[in-house]
């Protein structure tokens, strides 16, 4: 090892000059002066929307990179898009359509169930996938400088594309079952937009509890699995709700639930049974309200904890 000692100041040279010494708030106002400040400070939050859309190109990659990444070790590969939401189904239609016998009563309980079980597929794997959001990219979190929404908003980017994809094998199984394209189709578009909202903004909020709680991860099946029961997926809740067997409150919880209420916008655009039948004035309202709530108040509050992102 080298130690390296400093020579004392020739004899006759100038003293060196001491570093200038700054009042209490001057470096401060040196520093912003000159365009710095705190490295990871949280944004405000228009500038932070403005860098989002700077890294949106960014965000699509890196959704389209997990999805392709996805089943990359399976031998079917992505084919697995299609068949896990149909395994899905199969095993629901064989529980509840015939040992539990739920299909009575519901016309074309096949497009039925398989609608449900795609849709409600869509938001399950959004909020899953917003559990690991932070705590599955941490080397990417730690090592570059980005807005962390990016990330759950990547993953429920991702989840969309493979909804999308598996929109195919819907469209067939309806056609099988006597479902032909009609304008009403049309409506399922601002439907699963609204729903696509209201997913991303649930998926930031526990992106950002599970940031902070890991254990959230843990709970989110539980939580998720009760939901579906609770949602309309393989049996309808209009028949179940009718009559004064249901608490009113119950009832009311039921129909505004936003899964449900988002299932049943995409069954009655694509099912010509459901299109018989009016749909209440306020669902598109309700769907509205739950698109914007969550949307907007999921971005604020993963926004809020921006700068705790990452940290031990």
């Not at 228009?46 to 859309?53: D, E, M, S």
């Not at 962390?148 to 909804?163: D, E, H, K, M, T």
């Amino acid at each position: 090892m080298v130690s390296q000692t400093i020579a004392p100041a020739p004899p006759g040279a100038p003293p060196t000059p001491a570093p200038p010494s700054y009042a209490p708030g001057e470096l401060a106002a040196l520093a912003a002066r000159h365009g710095l400040g705190v490295s990871g400070a949280r944004p405000s939050l228009p500038r932070y929307v403005r860098q989002l859309w700077g890294r949106r190109h960014f965000i699509t990659a890196f959704a389209t990179a997990k999805l392709t990444a996805q089943y990359s070790q399976a031998k079917l590969g992505q084919i697995w898009q299609l068949m896990t939401p149909l395994l899905n189904a199969a095993v629901y239609y064989f529980i509840f359509g015939v040992l539990m016998r739920t299909k009575q009563g519901v016309a074309d309980f096949v497009p039925f169930l398989v609608t449900g079980v795609f849709v409600w597929t869509f938001t399950s794997s959004s909020i899953t996938a917003g559990t690991r959001a932070i705590s599955g990219n941490i080397g990417l979190v730690r090592a570059l400088h980005f807005p962390r929404a990016s990330l759950p908003i990547a993953l429920a980017l991702q989840q969309l594309q493979q909804l999308l994809f598996s929109l195919g094998a819907l469209v067939m199984i309806l056609l099988v079952f006597g479902q032909y394209p009609r304008p009403s189709w049309l409506l399922a578009v601002p439907a699963l937009g609204l729903q696509a909202v209201f997913s991303a903004g649930v998926s930031m909020v526990v992106a950002r509890l599970a940031a902070r709680t890991p254990d959230i991860a843990q709970l989110m099946p539980f939580v998720l699995r009760t939901w579906m029961y609770a949602s309309g997926v393989m049996w309808s809740i209009d028949k179940s709700l009718s009559g004064d067997r249901v608490p009113h409150l119950v009832k009311a919880a039921l129909e505004l639930n936003p899964a449900a209420v988002y299932i049943d916008l995409t069954r009655f655009a694509l099912i010509e049974s459901f299109h018989a039948s009016q749909l209440p004035p306020h669902v598109w309202t309700v769907a509205a309200g739950w698109a914007l709530l969550c949307g907007v108040g999921g971005f604020v509050f993963f926004w809020q904890a921006e700068e705790r992102y990452g940290r031990g």
